[in-house]
């Protein structure tokens, strides 16, 4: 009887050593799988204690089948494991956002004032040589290269634009030399922004501008700076906008362009542009000047709001380096501009 008892007892012995060991494999396996790949070794220690707790209650509760399956190495596979209040990095994979392209400026260096206008527009003629009571002028941009402003002043010309910017990407890399050497000549200057509605808004656009050479200043030699608002180059002529989206995009240029300079920016356009993507609104007539440009003959009909233009815009070249121009009045009324009076 004795025997029989005390072969029992070592047989229960013997099965709780072999459940302890199966309880602590269990427990190892179960704290693998909750412990994220990230987890510092201070929360792997937290998540092991209940983890080992959780297989010491199962076994009591007689389930030595999982113990064992833990013990045998048949714990069940890995999941990916969220980070608390994100998504699993595959989510994230998944839904991650795709970067805008960069506008496009490849052609910012040959897009100067009429240049798309030519294009769509065509030339039909020439002007009268003689136009009485009108100042000649031209405009001109980098793809020009350094000018020869004495000749060009010699040749006639007293005033003239140069481009500085495009969008809020590009500065014309031969402005510096242009504004400052027709300035040396003795010629009135300005400078213009070629408009990019497609890529930032009238704000920002003029804010740019300003920062690159298209401020102005009270010294009787330099013009208000223009807004060059034409088709669009790369695309949509229109910059994909609707009529009531050119044109607020448009005022918000002109309304920061007079907030930060004290002066109404000219705005550079042609007639059937005009109708075509501002709907020809009148806007604009009674608070920024006109220049327009248009091929041919006579300046012929202006967009709606102007009953006069202020700059007209007539060939594509002749005596003066890049596009002519006429002023509509005498040079007293160039310098009368650029004084601000």
Not at 75 to 81: F, L
Request: a neutral charge.
């Amino acid at each position: 009887m004795s025997r029989t008892v005390a072969g029992h007892d070592e047989q229960r012995r013997r099965w709780r050593v072999r459940l302890a060991g199966a309880g602590a494999v269990a427990a190892l396996a179960m704290a693998v799988v909750a412990t994220p790949a990230h987890a510092t070794p201070g929360h792997a220690a937290l998540e092991k204690a209940p983890a080992a707790a959780s297989g010491q209650a199962a076994l009591a509760q007689g389930a030595p089948a999982q113990a064992t399956q833990a013990a045998r190495g048949k714990a069940a596979p890995t999941q990916a494991v969220p980070v608390q209040g994100g998504p699993t990095q595959e989510a994230s994979a998944q839904t991650a956002p795709t970067q805008p392209a960069p506008p496009d400026y490849s052609r910012a260096d040959s897009n100067f004032a009429g240049t798309q206008i030519a294009a769509h527009e065509g030339i039909e003629g020439t002007p009268r040589a003689d136009q009485a009571g009108q100042t000649l002028g031209h405009d001109v941009s980098g793809h020009q290269g350094p000018v020869d402003w004495p000749a060009a002043a010699a040749a006639g010309a007293k005033f003239t634009y140069v481009k500085a910017t495009e969008g809020t990407g590009f500065v014309n890399p031969q402005f510096i030399g242009q504004y400052d050497g027709a300035h040396a000549a003795g010629i009135i200057r300005g400078a213009y922004h070629f408009a990019r509605p497609d890529v930032s808004s009238g704000a920002a656009q003029a804010e740019y501008f300003i920062a690159h050479g298209g401020g102005w200043s009270p010294d009787g030699t330099t013009l208000p700076g223009a807004l060059d608002i034409e088709y669009n180059p790369y695309g949509d002529v229109c910059y994909g906008k609707s009529a009531a989206d050119m044109t607020a995009w448009i005022a918000d240029f002109t309304r920061t362009y007079l907030a930060k300079v004290k002066r109404s920016a000219l705005i550079y356009t042609s007639t059937a542009w005009w109708k075509r993507c501002t709907g020809n609104t009148a806007k604009f007539g009674n608070t920024d000047p006109l220049w327009l440009a248009r091929y041919g003959p006579e300046v012929g009909e202006l967009p709606a709001g102007w009953d006069k233009h202020s700059i007209w815009q007539f060939a594509r070249g002749g005596g003066l380096p890049g596009d002519q121009n006429y002023y509509n009045g005498p040079i007293g009324r160039v310098q009368a501009l650029a004084k601000g009076a």
